[in-house]
């Protein structure tokens, strides 16, 4: 089977699993002697967890690549698209459980493309948001590997979808910022300015902000938001376990408490969260789809 416009667009048709590839250790003719043709790696964004969510691009990919690399965070439907002749490698990083360092992982993707055409690493949401994929791309590029992105929709913006809660609305919300709530050691900067974020938009979305929540909160308040203002967290967005906890600035750190509320989950602060009651009813979680997903 053959996938249509892969790389240009064009009416063409590429067959991944018929790309050419000479090993390193023969000579490409069309280049020079001494130069030695790699294959090519795809930074692809599996999205949230819905498959219906995946873009075409990604879904032919995984159908006819060589090795898939894969985030603890992608969904079991979208890994079972992957072809049963690839090499399917998890290297999934979950907090207090990372199976492989990133230096490692970038590394990994440099072998497998020296030894494969088409190499996938495949990461929860978009590869661009908080998933690293700056950092591997340049990594491979330095070490001249073809690296093409594939983007997917991101966690930020799904999530909250799904529950009910858009991100903007005319009448709640302009502006939205998108932030990290666990940062790495070594950062540029040490920390990230929660009293800045608390000025700069009306709604706020968080990832990976769970562990960090009542940290979170207090810099948010200290900065001069209201203790009254809505905060939604939403876990296992877009997936048929996914769960929602409503509560405000006030009540939502005793609430994650009370109720064993655990990561991963995306957190959504700001009056766009009083949307919830009256959008959740027409979420796609009470569709067809998911309940074929959830049987």
Known sequence: MCLCCIDCGKNTRVCLSQLPYIHPNATDMSHSPNQISFGKVYLVGAGPGDPGLLTLKAKGLLEHADVVIHDALVSSPILAMVSERAQVIDAGKRRGRHSLLQEDITQLLIDQAKTHAAVVR?????????????EEMMGLLEAGIDVEVVPGITAGIAAP??????????????????????????????????????QGSETIVIYMGVHNLPHIVAELTAAGMAAETPVALVRWGTRPEQEELIGSLATIVQQVETQQFQAPAIAIIGRVVNLYEILAPASPMHSPHWAKLSA
């Not at 495949?122 to 700056?134: A, I, N």
């Not at 809660?165 to 709640?172: A, F, G, K, L, S």
């Open 161 to 198: 979808a799904y529950a009910g809660i858009p991100v903007t609305h005319r009448d709640y919300s302009s502006s939205v910022t998108f932030v990290t709530g666990h940062e790495s050691a070594g950062k540029y900067r040490p920390k990230v300015n929660w009293r800045a974020v608390a």
């Open 122 to 134: 495949l990461k929860g949401g978009d590869p661009f948001v908080f998933g690293r994929g700056g």
